[in-house]
């Protein structure tokens, strides 16, 4: 199956993950996808296939010859993001894109003006949405593109060492590996596919955290309430208010971290907050924190004990936990320039299964799938670049 079949194929499926299930996985219909990608990796002659109870396929690819080489792991994710609907995804192909705005729907359309990202790929077939939903190659243009190569290894029967793969379900709520067994994914280091730029190989990620604020306030009939009513939304509105206002995703860059307000809901009673948290550098990361905690201490001090914060903190910046050992990512930097890649190692401005793995010990940089304007309707995914990518991961295996 062509690569652009099978993330199609994968698109199909509704794998949203859930911010407030505690069920793992996160949402039953991932294991839909789950199962479907057991029964895929049985059929194309993984040596052993396994789906966990928490919704984790691993496949494994026994060496074929006895001469020393790595072990080496590769993952993806199922889940897509939250912030749009991946239900009834309807996938439709640009051919030999012009340049020219493409129109999704009679509402929406994308430009290369408005999204740079179409200007690097034209001339090459787009996969993109009608513009309703997300596309979901965040992440299954990984999995298409890892299992494109597999197949493609498998059939060849050329030289490999161990090969681990493994599909993960809740990346996008933060909870991607909290099952993840690595004693079941016994390799030197492994890559994650989940990135954009096919000619990254990234090893620096945000230390990341969620933060959760609610705010008790006090319902008075409005016609009585003088000195009496506390508008829980007015808090929340307050506490808002109160963090640096030059410290949000479309005011930054590069390493500069940020507070990513993500929900907010609230009625006169009560009110909630939920922010990201995002920075590269770890120090300013708990300087971040201890600024939410010291804008609430402030607000109690204000109106009584009303404003609550609680801090979860979700992935830390791999790069910390690597100690020098730099074996994957020269490896993934040759295998590209051996493809006529030249790479490019920047920091992310997000996060990766790989981030939470590398800092229980497993060594996992991260690489692009040449899809691009992740987690909204303007998402799209170039076939030639996801290509590009298969002959990437077969030159890493090698």
Request: glycine share 6%.
């Amino acid at each position: 199956m062509a690569v652009e079949k099978r993330l199609m194929h994968y698109a199909s499926f509704d794998t949203q993950s859930s911010e407030e299930s505690t069920s793992a996985p996160s949402t039953e219909k991932q294991l839909i996808l789950a199962r479907e990608l057991k029964a895929e990796c049985e059929k194309l002659g993984f040596d052993s296939v396994e789906l966990t109870d928490t919704g984790i396929v691993y496949a494994y690819l026994n060496a074929n010859t006895d001469k020393k080489m790595d072990r080496i792991g590769f993952i993806a994710h199922m889940d897509t993001a939250t912030e749009i609907t991946g239900a009834n995804v309807k996938c439709r192909v640009i051919s030999k894109y012009d340049g020219n705005t493409i129109q999704l729907n009679e509402e929406y359309s994308m430009s290369k003006e408005e999204f740079p990202a179409l200007a690097n790929c034209i001339g090459d077939d787009l996969i993109v949405t009608d513009g309703t939903t997300l596309l979901g190659a965040d992440d299954k243009a990984g999995i298409a593109i890892i299992l494109e190569a597999m197949e493609q290894l498998i059939r060849s029967e050329k030289e490999h060492g161990f090969i681990a793969v493994a599909f993960t379900p809740d990346e996008e709520v933060g909870r991607g590996v909290e099952n993840f067994e690595l004693d079941k994914f016994t390799v030197d280091y492994a890559f994650t596919i989940d990135g954009d730029r096919i000619d990254s190989v990234d090893y620096e990620t945000f230390n990341a955290a969620q933060a959760i604020v609610t705010f008790d306030g006090t319902s008075i009939h409005p016609g009585d309430a003088k000195d009496r009513m506390v508008n829980a939304s007015l808090l929340a509105m307050e506490y808002a208010s109160s963090l640096p206002k030059k410290q949000t995703p479309s005011h930054t860059q590069g390493r500069q971290g940020f507070y990513h307000l993500v929900d907010m809901e609230g009625i006169c009673e009560d009110a909630k907050l939920t922010y990201i948290l995002r920075n590269h550098s770890k120090q300013s990361f708990i300087a971040q924190k201890q600024k939410m905690e010291a804008i609430a201490d402030k607000m109690n001090e204000k109106y009584g004990n009303r404003v609550h914060v609680s801090i979860r903190d979700q992935y830390e910046n791999m790069r910390q936990y690597m100690h020098g050992d730099m074996r994957s990512v020269k490896k993934a930097k040759y295998a590209l320039r051996q493809c006529d890649v030249t790479p490019v190692s920047t920091p992310i401005r997000g996060g990766t299964d790989g981030a939470m793995l590398t800092a229980r010990g497993l060594i996992c940089p991260n690489l692009g799938t040449g899809s691009f304007n992740h987690h909204g309707r303007f998402e799209f995914a170039s076939i030639q670049k996801m290509e590009k990518m298969v002959e990437i991961v077969l030159k890493i295996v090698e």
